[in-house]
Nanobody, 120 residues
Framework: QVQLVESGGGLVQAGGSLRLSCAAS????????MGWYRQAPGEQRELVAV???????NYADSVKGRFTVSRNNRWMTVSLQMNNLKPEDTAVYYC??????????????WGQGTQVTVSS
């Protein structure tokens, strides 16, 4: 089983910065993609950023140039540096990971979520 633990959420003024971190633990054979999703009230969950095991990153258009996702494969962590935050970035951010377990199964895992609130 794989567990994801997030940290770094909070309240910040518009234009400020926050850094989210997520650590994976458990019995993992291969840790594949790791990334972040967010869910704002009344809106659909959306992909924010993702990083492959090879270091390739992808971002939602709304955060390009402002957010940076990075990962450390040795410690099985993924971080999201968020700069120039806007009120529309306010949401619950969820860490996501796709992992191959010791049983040979590819599964999608989620963290519990961390609240990011950006005041105008």
């Amino acid at each position: 089983q794989v567990q994801l633990v997030e940290s770094g959420g909070g309240l910040v003024q518009a234009g400020g910065s926050l850094r989210l971190s997520c650590a994976a633990s458990g019995i993992i054979y291969t840790l594949n993609d790791m990334g972040w999703y967010r869910q704002a009230p009344g809106e659909q969950r959306e992909l924010v950023a993702v990083a492959t095991s090879e270091g390739i990153t992808n971002y939602a258009d709304s955060v390009k140039g402002r957010f940076t996702v990075s990962r450390n494969n040795r410690w099985m962590t993924v971080s999201l540096q968020m700069n120039n935050l806007k009120p529309e970035d306010t949401a619950v951010y969820y860490c996501n990971a796709i992992a191959t377990t010791s049983l040979g199964e590819n599964r999608d895992f989620w963290g519990q979520g961390t609240q990011v609130t950006v005041s105008s």
